[in-house]
């Protein structure tokens, strides 16, 4: 059964950092495309990082750039979504999906497995 479970949300201050874990069972990402969306109350989902499995190339959303850093640990099967100097309008509902097929995007339309999320509240 293919599952990915993320943890590592919680509340931080702004300027403060979290690191998302997403474990994933079932299958082996190494060949996945994998990815970080996440979802505030009231928008729309959006892609916050994506590798492709294409070409390895990494996406970031322009409002995450420099701040934040995904990256796998293939022998842990694990993706992370390491998060730094966060903002108040990072809160949200943090999710990470996969695919097998060759997915060079960060669209949410085009990953077919999803986690449950972890929520990321940034206050002071």
């Known amino acids: 059964q293919v599952q990915l479970v993320e943890s590592g949300g919680g509340l931080v201050q702004p300027g403060g950092s979290l690191r998302l874990s997403c474990a994933a069972s079932?299958?082996?990402?190494?060949?996945?495309?994998i990815g970080w969306f996440r979802q505030a109350p009231g928008k729309e989902r959006e892609g916050v990082s994506c590798?492709?499995?294409?070409?390895?190339?990494?996406y970031y959303a322009d409002s995450v750039k420099g701040r934040f850093t995904i990256s796998r640990d293939n022998d842990k099967n694990t993706v992370y979504l390491q998060m730094n100097k966060l903002k108040p309008e990072d809160k949200a509902i943090y999710y990470c999906?996969?695919?097998?097929?060759?997915?060079?995007?960060?669209?949410?339309?085009?990953?077919?497995?999803w986690g449950q999320g972890t929520q990321v509240t940034v206050s002071s």
């Open positions: 999906a996969a695919d097998p097929f060759f997915v060079r995007t960060c669209r949410g339309s085009d990953f077919g497995s």
């Open positions: 590798i492709s499995n294409v070409n390895g190339d990494i």
């Open positions: 079932g299958f082996t990402l190494d060949y996945y495309a």
